[in-house]
């Protein structure tokens, strides 16, 4: 049986949950977690410490959604969107919008939408901090023509 590169582990009894290359045997990130009051998976931080941009972020935020299922969550989550001392020059704000998280800030969801389709970069300067929730559950809302039908089960 061959050993997974990455592995995944919480510490008995903590919110903190580390990545370890199985490789080099190093933590190459962490992810704090817990229960929101929303019935959501909260994101505290996501911190990946090296080897960015080889899909460890990825792996980070499917484990997180695996485990906002395990938790009775249905995958929800919510997170705040900010620049690290890991890579202050690179907003995860478009990271996580390809992931699939949405925001109530439709000036700033339009602005990442529009630098995801062009290949650009937010300017980190410029990038607030953002509250954003996985799934984008704003694009799913029902018409009253489609709430008419659900309701009479046309």
Excluded at 6 to 34: E, H, S
Excluded at 105 to 115: E, F, P, Q, S, V
Aim: hydrophobic letters at 35%.
């Amino acid at each position: 049986m061959k050993m997974p590169d990455i592995l995944i582990y919480n510490p008995k009894g903590t919110n903190l949950f580390r990545m370890i290359c199985t490789k080099d045997r190093k933590v190459v990130g962490k992810m704090v977690a817990y229960p929101s009051s929303d019935s959501r998976l909260y994101i505290d931080e996501l911190t990946i410490f090296s080897n960015r941009r080889q899909g460890l972020g990825t792996k980070f935020l499917n484990f997180a959604k695996s485990l906002s299922k395990s938790w009775g969550f249905d995958g929800k989550m919510i997170l705040n969107a900010t620049t690290t001392p890991y890579d202050p020059h690179n907003p995860p704000h478009i990271f996580y919008r390809k992931f699939g998280f949405t925001t109530d800030d439709k000036k700033m969801l339009k602005k990442i939408d529009k630098y995801i389709k062009t290949g650009k970069q937010l300017d980190y300067k410029k990038t607030p901090d953002l509250i954003m929730y996985y799934p984008d559950t704003v694009s799913k809302k029902l018409t009253f023509w489609q709430k008419l039908k659900n309701f009479l089960k046309i």
